[in-house]
C-alpha cells in the first residue's frame, strides 16, 4: 500500500517522525527509514534551500506535497527529500538514512566493498544505495510511479523515536538546538553518526 498524498500534505516536523520505520523503493532496492530531517521553509527556517526564496533549484520544493526534491551536495553527493506541507510552502524531509531489507544483492554490487550497516547510513549513501540522482527531482511518489514509499511492515515503537538538532545546520546560538527536526530510531546502525553545524564568520 503505497503512501497517498494526504500523508505528505501536511507540517514537515509532523510528516518526519511518522516516515521512520516506512519503507522507500526504488531501482530493485528497498530501504527501511531510520533517520530523517525536517525543513519547514521559505522564511522560517534558516537552515532550507528555500529560505531566501524560490530559485530555479527549489522550484520543486513549492509545489504540491509527494515529489522528491534532489539536490546535488558538496559537488560530490545526491540527497533526496520528499516535498511536505501545503502548495508555496517549501516544506520539505530530507531522507537521512535507512537499513536495507529487500533486494540485497542489487545494494552490495551497487555499494561494493562498503558492509551492510553503511549501504544506506546518510543521505548520499541512501541515494547511492537506491540509484536516486538527479533525474529524479520532482518524482511524484504518489503516482504508481518508479519510486514509491510505504507504511512500516511492522508497527514502530514511539517510544524509541528520538529528536535533536539537525546534522551539519546551524541555527540561532550556532547549535541549531533551536531547531530540533532531526529524528530517528534509538539503537538502529543505520543512523548516520552526528555532526554539529559550523557557524561560519563573515570576513572582511
Do not use: K, Q
Not at 519510486?147 to 514511539?158: C, I, K, S, T
Amino acid at each position: 500500500m503505497r503512501l497517498e498524498r494526504a500523508f505528505f500534505a501536511r507540517p514537515a516536523p509532523v510528516v518526519a517522525p511518522e516516515l521512520l520505520g516506512c519503507r522507500l523503493t526504488h531501482g530493485g532496492v528497498t530501504v527501511r527509514l531510520t533517520e530523517v530531517e525536517a525543513y519547514t521553509g521559505e522564511g522560517t527556517d534558516p537552515g532550507s534551500h528555500a529560505y531566501r526564496g524560490r530559485t530555479p533549484r527549489t522550484e520543486v520544493m513549492f509545489g504540491m506535497a509527494g515529489h522528491l526534491y534532489v539536490y546535488f551536495s558538496y559537488g560530490m553527493h545526491w540527497c533526496a527529500n520528499v516535498v511536505c506541507g501545503d502548495e508555496g510552502s517549501a516544506a520539505a524531509v530530507l531522507l537521512r538514512a535507512g537499513e536495507v531489507v529487500e533486494g540485497h544483492d542489487v545494494a552490495a554490487a551497487r555499494r561494493a566493498g562498503v558492509r551492510p550497516r553503511d549501504w544506506a547510513r546518510g543521505p548520499a549513501r541512501l541515494t547511492s544505495t537506491l540509484a536516486i540522482d538527479r533525474s529524479h527531482d520532482g518524482a511524484d511518489v504518489c503516482d504508481g510511479g518508479a519510486v514509491r514509499f510505504e507504511p512500516p511492515a511492522e508497527a514502530v515503537d514511539r517510544a524509541r523515536i528520538r529528536t535533536g538538532p539537525r546534522v551539519g545546520v546551524s541555527g540561532p546560538g550556532g547549535d541549531g538546538t533551536a531547531y530540533p527536526y532531526r529524528f530517528w530510531l534509538d539503537g538502529e546502525p543505520s543512523v548516520s553518526a552526528y555532526r554539529p553545524g559550523v557557524t561560519r564568520r563573515r570576513t572582511r
